[in-house]
């Protein structure tokens, strides 16, 4: 994504599966049961490593992953490589795959972009022309140049509740100014009957490039004044 300075908007982009349960185990996740079935190999391993009964903690060079009884969390940065998406996804999917038992309630994937302003422009005046601009009685009491301004927009999409929060955030190793878009597409499992809830959270994580290529296009559409 570029401005017409060919400058990238796109900062950043980070990517998480958060699936989540009545309760998961986590002393199932270790480094023989990890590479046993071809989820990461121990080579691929990095940092700092916790296994115990209460709590699983693990990465590799572009992927953290954080098992606790009540969710499953896999994160990883994704707009430098779409090869990261396969890899994030096929975790969940081949962890679900293995522990159809486990009480599922849902599953939400996630994507965050950071998008700064285009080149040539300030961020407090191209945040307020994007998202400030509309009869809204109350942004007329913030009518200051420091004001800065977000939006929460929702609706069904994908067999999934899309829910949208655009806010600007300071980020980055020098803390600048950027908008936050952040997705979360929420998948609910608990009215489905328990022994095909695995089946329906492996369909559902088989949409992952498909949702984060609409969260892509919403960006595009959301940062054209």
Do not use: C
Not at 92 to 99: C, E, F, G, S, Y
Not at 105 to 134: I, K, M, S
């Amino acid at each position: 994504m570029t401005d017409k300075g060919g400058m990238s908007l796109i900062e950043n982009t980070v990517s998480s599966v958060v699936i989540t349960a009545q309760a998961f185990n986590p002393s199932i996740f270790t480094e023989t049961w990890l590479a046993e079935n071809g989820i990461i190999a121990p080579q691929d391993l990095t940092g700092t490593k916790v296994f115990s009964p209460g709590v699983a903690q693990f990465q590799t060079p572009k992927i953290q992953v954080l098992v606790i009884p009540p969710k499953m969390q896999i994160t990883s940065q994704i707009h430098e490589s779409t090869t990261l998406l396969t890899t994030a996804s096929q975790i969940a999917i081949k962890t679900v795959r293995l522990l159809p038992h486990t009480p599922y309630q849902g599953l939400g994937l996630n994507f965050d972009f950071f998008v700064t302003q285009p080149n040539g422009q300030e961020f407090n005046a191209y945040n307020r022309a994007l998202l400030g601009g509309n009869d809204y009685k109350l942004f007329q009491e913030f009518s200051s140049q420091d004001a800065k301004f977000g939006r929460y927009l929702s609706k069904d999409h994908g067999g999934a509740r899309l829910k949208l929060d655009i806010k600007p955030v300071k980020a980055g190793p020098d803390k600048k100014d950027l908008l936050k878009f952040s997705f979360n597409y929420d998948h609910n499992v608990e009215n489905i009957d328990p022994g095909k809830r695995a089946d329906a959270l492996i369909k559902f994580i088989e949409t992952y490039d498909a949702l984060r290529e609409h969260a892509e296009t919403l960006v595009n559409l959301g940062i054209t004044l």
